[in-house]
């Protein structure tokens, strides 16, 4: 018997037509679904043969450059290469050597050592060359038109800053055949100053990895030992100082950027407060990166020397624009507070720095540790009172960095700034994390702990899809923990605080992803927005290459794999960092000097290359 529905429809017809609804709506999204893989292998395809096409490109213009015979002799050559930027201004002013002597010396080196080590980004030499002659006639013909904190300094910069006709990435095979028309604000103030530009810097995907890789430039390798990374994301412009193929340049800072190369290549890098430089002129990667008020971008110099820092710093906030409207005009929020140099370049005496050599979230190597000693030792020569803290809240604070990062949900950052291509690995276990529902963030952390991954059960718990209610609770609960630092500060009577810079030196190419952690000690000062700077002071001894059990309580999955990473790591640079209050960049460097003049590391340990 077939039973009868409302308007004459059968079951029996009811199911069937049941059945076909079903089957067609599967098939559409089957359908949808084999579109959307096609689409996405087509996009991937695409971005691979504009990285690949671009990059040939970089390397025939690299390959058909005719260097001009230059009369400078070897020795010449190597003052040169091993000067910092300072002396060679000082070279030039002098008529020890020329504008075209110092950039072909440079551009010789980044066009060999600097390419083989995937260090460089795009080159701007033909323009160079043209600006270094004219920097030259003008020195013979009319000497005082030679203005300028950087008159005739070629310099490298970042990918990611705006150069008239070079290519802006972010390490975005996408953005391939993104060719800037203008200069952005920050390379117009820097030529202003008489700089030259004449490279830009290998940086990783979306500059969001602590290792330096995307599809265009490669995978930059450690000038100290070719197994080991530069760092990330200024990590190309970390290698080109470090190998001799850059006398000084340019880099930025949301994690540790400038500060981490700086450490894997044994180099000077300052992360200032980020509203001490104007990030106007730099390419905007995704919304969710670029339009953070509770966690800014810093630019800053990474270089051979302190002075250098000096030099660069003076040059971006006491140039020629800053006496104008400009900066003003393209950046409202610009805080104008001149460089005081006199500051920068005193020796203070009796300061109170307080330091720690650890934190327990992680612990770092017992390199890392021994160079804070080493650093405590020698600024009490120097006249200072060290004083050892426990860094307060240190475990909140690494957790609300993790919590900001990942607060957009999904990963959405990657797939904003991509646009299909494929990601690099570094960032595998990140979009696992992000996509986990936030519903089972807490059985995931309980889950981990009780295997042992505490650390990463914690992450797990706080990585999720932030609603805007959730954001602003933790941007509340962000300046509750940057209170209660200050207040710590204040109650200690700090004028700086010293720290470890890394948990580990250079890590091995391809352990950033697991290592991600080992990064904490740079993470603090972008959450508390201070002046941070990175001075090497010794390098890994025999014994080092190990974490002994009892210098952690925690023996999960990153304790073994920074295990792994420190065997052969002997040699290797490792520095500490130097904190001051925001906006007091200048104690920061004078502070630095003190130390940098103090352990002498570059004459005891020569560039590597």
């Known amino acids: 018997m077939v039973h009868q529905l409302p308007g004459g429809l059968s079951d029996i017809k009811l199911t069937t037509f049941l059945l076909y609804a ?8 089957l359908t949808s679904l084999i579109l959307s893989t096609i689409s996405r292998k087509a996009k991937a395809a695409k971005y691979a043969r504009m990285a690949q096409q671009r990059r040939t490109e970089r390397d025939s213009k690299l390959k058909n450059i005719t260097f001009p015979q230059l009369n400078i002799s070897s020795t010449l050559q190597e003052k040169i290469l091993n000067s910092d930027a300072t002396t060679l201004l000082q070279m030039l002013k002098s008529n020890e050597v020329t504008s075209e002597q110092i950039l072909v010396t440079y551009m010789q080196r980044a066009a060999t050592i600097g390419k083989d080590l995937n260090l460089l980004a795009d080159v701007n030499y033909e ?25 005739g300094l070629p310099m490298s910069v970042k990918d990611c800053f705006r150069l008239k006709g070079t290519v802006v990435t972010g390490g975005m095979a996408c953005r391939a055949n993104d060719v800037d028309t203008e200069d952005g604000l920050l390379l117009k103030v820097l030529k202003g100053e008489g700089a030259i530009p004449f490279i830009k810097s290998n940086i990783p995907q979306v500059m969001m990895s602590n290792e330096t890789i995307n599809y265009i430039w490669g995978e930059a390798k450690n000038p100290w030992n070719k197994e080991r990374t530069v760092g990330g994301s200024s990590g190309g412009e970390g290698g080109l100082i470090s190998s001799r193929c850059s006398p000084v340049g340019i880099g930025n800072d949301i994690g540790g950027s400038i500060r981490i190369p700086a450490m894997c290549c044994g180099i000077i890098g300052l992360k200032p407060t980020a509203e001490r430089i104007s990030p106007a002129g730099t390419m905007k990667v995704v919304p969710m990166l670029d339009n953070l008020l ?47 140099e006199e500051v920068a370049l005193s020796k203070p005496k009796q300061l109170r720095i307080g330091y720690y050599k650890s934190v327990e979230f992680s612990p770092p190597s017992p390199a890392n540790q021994r160079a804070v000693e080493e650093a405590v030792q020698a600024l009490k020569k120097q006249g200072h009172q060290l ?70 059960g914690k992450i797990a718990r706080v990585a999720g899809k932030k609603s805007a209610y959730e954001f602003l609770c933790m941007v509340e609960r962000q300046k509750v923990l940057k ?16 720290s470890p810079g890394f948990s580990y030196p250079a890590q091995k190419l391809g352990d950033a992803k697991d290592l991600l952690i080992g990064a904490c000690y740079t993470f ?29 309580k925690y023996h999960d999955l990153a304790f ?6 420190l065997k052969g790591s002997v040699g290797m640079p490792v520095s500490v960092q130097i904190s001051t209050l925001p906006f007091e960049e200048e104690k920061c460097v004078a502070i630095m000097a003190q130390l940098e003049e103090s352990v002498q590391f570059v004459k005891s340990h020569p560039y590597p290359m």
Not at 295 to 324: F, Q, W, Y
Not at 489 to 498: T, Y
Request: proline share 5%; glycine share 6%; charged share 30%.
């Open 22 to 29: 079903g089957a067609t709506i599967l098939a559409i999204k």
């Open 127 to 151: 323009e160079a060359l043209a600006e270094a002659r004219r920097c030259d006639r003008l020195r013979k013909e009319n000497p005082s038109a030679c203005k300028g904190e950087l008159f």
């Open 294 to 340: 509770n966690l800014k971008v810093a630019t800053g110099p990474l270089a051979k020397s302190v002075r250098d820092i000096n030099l660069i710093m003076k040059a971006l906030l006491n140039g020629a624009a800053h006496k104008t409207a400009e900066l003003r005009e393209r950046d409202p929020f610009y805080v104008r507070k001149p460089w005081e």
């Open 387 to 456: 004083v050892e803290v426990e860094f307060p809240n240190a475990e909140e604070l690494i957790l609300i960095f993790f919590e900001i990062v990942s607060a957009e949900g999904d990963a959405q950052f990657l797939k904003d700034g991509t646009l299909g291509e494929n990601t690099i690995p570094d960032y595998d276990r990140a979009i696992v994390a992000a996509k986990l529902p936030n519903c089972l963030r807490g059985f995931m952390k309980v889950l981990l702990t009780a295997l042992g991954e505490e650390r990463n």
């Open 483 to 498: 209170d209660k630092f200050f207040r710590f500060w204040q109650d200690q009577k700090l004028d700086a605080l010293l």
């Open 524 to 552: 603090f000062f972008n959450a508390l927005n201070l002046p941070t700077g990175a001075v090497p002071v010794t390098v890994v001894k025999e014994g080092e290459d190990v974490m002994p059990k009892n210098m952690t």
């Open 560 to 565: 073994k794999k920074m295990n792994e990473t």
